[in-house]
């Protein structure tokens, strides 16, 4: 038996903002999301060569295994600041522009986990669920540092506040894991327009309500519109499941900026 992905994948422009800046990505062998910065110049243009290079990723691997996940995650986020870089320097317009990146890239029941700045990264599993990312954010920092409460990030005035972005400078300094997955897992990826509205427990419910996937996105999404939607809101929804030993197929889903699709 093999451990294959089963997945789905879904953005929204939410209530109060006039374009997506958000991008997402979901195949049999990655699943990212990409936030670019609201705050920042051509965040749309961030996200989408965040998820463009994802897809490169994802076209270069073709059938190999098995693939040093580490070094080929790493690489990755390197690449995407690179050229960010590259970008804002041949046109001055582009200066400024950021973007998020949360991606998980698949070998088997192995995944490496790369993230750097506020989306996040769910494992729903045995009934329980875990952020397995870390928020490289203002108010994250004041928490570990126990000078406020996460109950007092939620409503902090710079809780939108990022330490760490890709944003063209620098090899961008991500979290980089290796992890090992068990069928049965459930995981999510999203940007911070979906948990900025819904708490753990909101999300645990939906995880745990719906088997089908894309009914799981939509009510994410959805619950989030109703509490406001004051943000994009992505998100990407995957199980891994056991199947015959053969070669996980799936369709390849590019939502949001990089999509110009929900």
């Not at 076209?59 to 690179?82: C, Q």
């Not at 994250?140 to 710079?158: F, K």
């Amino acid at each position: 038996m093999a451990h294959n992905l089963r997945y789905a994948a879904a953005s929204d422009v939410g209530r109060r903002r006039e374009q997506n800046e958000d991008s997402a990505y979901a195949s049999p062998r990655v699943l990212a999301v990409a936030d670019g910065m609201g705050g920042y110049a051509h965040g749309e243009v961030a996200s989408t060569v965040a998820i463009a290079a994802v897809s490169a990723l994802d076209d270069s691997l073709g059938d190999a295994v098995p693939v040093d996940l580490f070094t080929v995650m790493k690489s990755l986020v390197t690449e995407v600041n690179h050229t960010l870089g590259d970008m804002a320097e041949t046109d001055p317009g582009l200066r400024g522009m950021g973007t998020t990146l949360t991606a998980m890239l698949w070998d088997g029941a192995k995944f490496a986990l790369g993230h750097i700045g506020d989306s996040r990264a769910y494992l729903l599993r045995d009934g329980a669920l875990y952020q397995i990312t870390h928020d490289h954010t203002l108010v994250q920092t004041l928490v570990d540092d126990g000078r406020i409460t996460p109950e007092q990030a939620s409503v902090h005035p710079r809780r939108s506040m990022l330490l760490r972005v890709l944003e063209g400078t620098g090899d961008g300094d991500p979290d980089v894991r290796v992890r090992e997955g068990e069928a049965g897992d459930r995981y999510l990826l999203c940007s911070d327009g979906l948990t900025a509205v819904l708490g753990p427990e909101t999300l645990h419910e939906v995880l745990t309500q719906f088997v089908e996937l894309d009914e799981v996105a939509d009510r994410l999404i959805e619950l989030a519109n109703l509490g406001g939607g004051p943000d994009n809101i992505s998100c990407v929804v995957a199980d891994l499941v056991e199947m015959p030993d053969e070669p996980a197929e799936g369709p390849r889903l590019v939502v949001g900026a990089a999509g110009d699709e929900r």
